[in-house]
């Protein structure tokens, strides 16, 4: 998704919350939903460091106590097959290629400013914390899995193999280790200091000045300055001697490491925003608006009704008027016994067919009120 | 006509299980199903989801999702569509499909939740949602209303099977006569709560903008999933009036079936209106995102389907069918619409989702989670017809006759 269409989407989303987003949006910046915290660390990957050593998942393994996976980390073909980040593997490396040369990429949770999965969360598990990480507690966990359908990263993994208490897992950034004022296993771990730790704002800087000093070696992009909102953890790139014919700024350099530049530069919880804001309009309309078609509803009724009853009204007049001008007419010709016994004759006529119209009536509309 | 046949139960004889002991052909199947499902329920809950399905964290919502939640609310629409219809705007005539729409709305509902209990790793902990309020969560907002229309079903539902214990229980009349009383608020709660979650199972979406196809993916997301609800409603009264007059037609009265017919086209000519409107929103949101350039791909043709083969045709079908008076075209467009339905959802939480990922990372239900799903739709057949069989549902009860 590119930004226009970013807009395009948050735009018509039709509620003024969205309109106000996509302004701040359009002036490149940010308002944080999540309480966005100016001092926050955060880790910067520079790709074209990475050998592939597999030490940092060696030592994520070690410090988070994670099951010892099948091949040794030792054994680097793994590096070869695509793989994802999952319950039991908080960071893979996997291998790309760029200009026919093989690249590196340390796959872990991003640890976004305004995380996707704790915005979805339906029991309040995750939490952004003061020093940048992402953390879940899994004690209210209902494991529904939605925090993986927002993630736009496929970061989260779930214990599908566990029966009774199968919770999600993630990267931490080790926030335990930080408490501690340690460093995460994975930085710690790496031979080749191609993860650097450090605040935010000095990470950005310094890569910043990575691309400044070696414009020939490096992508001009740092993944996840503004991706989804920006992210504590981020990646350099290296620059292609050929860049790809794609279409916006570094697409598809970043593509060829398997990241997608086209999430947009703003946390992608704000696009349900509008719809949830549009929950109290819905509440307050609708019982209006039904209830007025029901009002609406009931008065055609009574005037039907009405119109009805002056129809019948009328019609009885009517009959009423006519049977005394024939018994008159009856009484003037034949004498007052014979209009007696005309005018008794007519009566039951009357009497009976009412009480079949009635019988009728009650057997169409049995059902009605 | 065929009321006279009618088992009506008594005081003495409060229950008429004899139907489910016959040996016909969809008892055995029923019974077959369930006992599947049961083995299945049982390794679910002890070997835990992996041992059943093809979830994957690539997939975390599959079969059971896609199926059994967003279908099987989609499909319960009728209860709103009907009760709007018959007490909002007044179409009395259609007062005896009320009640069986109602009964399967709340079936629906009620077997949608326990499907849920499935696919959550810890079923147990559903109601955290109410400690723990997760606000910024569409899926707090679904459940919450879920939840709360189910107990607005349950109040609606409920005068039919007070008719039924009534004959024991006398005291039960006074619940009755309450909820009689409150038929048009219960109505007007009802609409708006399903507007609420019927859209909002669209609004889930909205967070993936990367992994759904832009085809079916569009901020007015929570828009279609409402409109085609509606479809799906009245739909879902035809179609399984289809069935019921196969089934369980001489627990039909005279009433209702003087005025199913009619439902049939009223519905049909409802529902074709409704479907023209909802194919004009999708083209228009596909021109508005500049989609045309993906409809020359596989999944554009696969779009180009759903669109015309099952949103156009079942329209104009309906359109044909109320015209004419001719009730087979009328169920045919009825099915036409349920599969797209069904088709649709399927498009958005499996089809084209994680459509950019490589096909070995891609989902396909495993039979298992297939076969739980048949389970749960066995279930609510079999609830559905213990309803028929004791509750007046598809008759009105002698005792309450011109009552309501």
């Not at chain 1, 501690?180 to 704002?201: I, N, Q």
Request: charge should be positive.
């Amino acid at each position: 998704m590119n930004r226009r269409k970013f807009l395009t989407i948050l735009g018509t989303a039709g509620v003024a919350s969205a309109m106000s987003t996509a302004r701040v949006a359009e002036a490149g910046g940010g308002v944080h939903m999540f309480p966005y915290w100016e001092n926050s660390y955060g880790v910067l990957h520079d790709t074209t460091r990475c050998i592939g050593c597999r030490r940092c998942e060696e030592g994520c393994n070690k410090v988070n106590n994670l099951p010892k996976p099948k091949k040794p980390f030792a054994d680097l073909t793994v590096c070869n097959t695509r793989r994802r980040t999952s319950a039991y593997e908080w960071t893979v490396v996997n291998k790309y290629s760029v200009d026919g040369k093989p690249v590196f990429r340390k796959l872990q949770c991003f640890h976004c400013n305004d995380p996707a999965c704790a915005a979805a969360c339906f029991a309040k598990c995750f939490s952004k914390n003061a020093d940048g990480s992402v953390t879940y507690d899994g004690t209210q966990c209902v494991g529904c899995r939605y925090c993986m359908i927002a993630c736009p990263f496929y970061m989260p993994g779930f214990q599908y193999d566990e029966a009774f208490d199968p919770l999600v897992q993630k990267c931490t950034f080790c926030a335990p280790r930080l408490k501690e004022g340690k460093l995460p296993g994975c930085v710690e771990a790496c031979p080749m200091d191609a993860l650097t730790f450090g605040r935010r704002s000095d990470l950005i800087k310094l890569a910043r000045a990575r691309i400044k000093d070696h414009p020939d070696k490096y992508l001009d992009y740092i993944y996840g300055e503004w991706d989804a909102g920006g992210t504590a953890w981020m990646v350099l790139g290296p620059k292609a001697s050929t860049p790809p014919p794609a279409g916006s700024h570094g697409d598809g350099e970043m593509k060829a490491l398997g990241l997608d530049t086209q999430i947009g530069n703003r946390p992608v919880a704000e696009l349900t925003y509008g719809a949830l804001g549009a929950v109290p309009m819905i509440v307050a309309f609708w019982p209006v608006l039904f209830g007025g078609a029901y009002a609406m509803t009931k008065r055609k009724e009574a005037i039907h009704k009405a119109e009805q009853e002056a129809v019948e009204k009328q019609a009885k007049d009517d009959v009423t008027t006519a049977l005394d001008a024939a018994v008159r007419k009856i009484e003037e010709t034949q004498g007052q016994p014979a209009a007696d016994a005309a005018r008794k004759a007519m009566t039951e006529a009357l009497k009976s067919r009412e009480a079949l119209d009635s019988c009728h009536a009650s057997s169409d509309h049995g059902e009605g009120k | 006509m065929h009321s006279h046949a009618i088992v009506i139960p008594t005081r003495d004889k409060l229950f008429n299980m004899g139907e489910f002991f016959r040996m016909s052909p969809g008892n055995i199947i029923t019974a077959i199903l369930l006992g599947i499902g049961l083995i299945l329920t049982i390794m679910r809950f002890t070997m835990g989801i992996g041992a059943v399905s093809n979830l994957s964290d690539n997939q975390p919502w599959g079969m059971w999702i896609g199926f059994d939640l967003l279908c099987g609310v989609c499909l319960a629409a009728g209860g709103y569509f009907t009760t709007v219809a018959c007490y909002v705007m007044g179409m009395k005539h259609f007062h005896s499909a009320v009640r069986p729409a109602v009964t399967t709305a709340f079936l629906g509902y009620l077997f949608v939740v326990i499907a849920l209990l499935y696919d959550l790793g810890h079923p147990l902990r559903l109601p955290y949602m109410f400690f723990f309020p997760g606000t910024t969560s569409v899926l707090f907002e679904v459940g919450l209303c879920v939840a709360t229309y189910l107990t607005v079903l349950f109040v609606e539902f409920s005068v039919a099977p007070m008719e039924w214990l009534a004959q024991k229980f006398p005291f039960l009349l006074q619940w009755r006569k309450f909820i009689n009383k409150c038929t048009i608020i219960l109505t007007i709660f009802g609409v708006t709560l399903s507007t609420l979650h019927q859209s909002s199972l669209g609004s889930l979406y909205l967070i993936a903008p990367g992994k759904l196809h832009p085809l079916w993916y569009s901020a007015f997301m929570p828009m279609f999933f409402f409109v085609s609800s509606m479809a799906a409603g009245g739909s879902m009264v035809i179609f399984e009036g289809m069935f019921a007059h196969k089934g369980v037609h001489h627990y039909m009265d005279s009433t209702h079936l003087r005025e199913a017919d009619e439902v049939v086209f009223s519905f049909a000519k409802a529902v074709s209106l409704i479907l023209f409107g909802y194919f004009l929103l999708k083209l228009t949101d596909m021109f508005v995102q500049d989609n045309m350039h993906h409809l020359l791909s596989g999944y554009g043709a696969w779009w180009l389907v759903e669109m015309f083969g099952f949103v156009l045709l079942p329209c104009l079908l309906y359109a044909k069918g109320s015209r004419e008076r001719n009730i087979k075209l009328c169920r045919f467009a009825a099915a036409n619409t349920v599969i797209g339905i069904v088709l649709n959802r399927f498009n958005v939480s499996m089809i084209a989702f994680n459509y950019a990922l490589p096909s070995s990372e891609r989902y396909f239900p495993h039979i298992m989670e297939i076969f739980i799903s048949m389970f749960v739709v066995t279930m609510i057949v079999t609830a559905y017809r213990f309803i028929v069989y004791h509750m007046p549902v598809l008759y009105e009860h002698p005792d309450f006759k011109d009552a309501h």
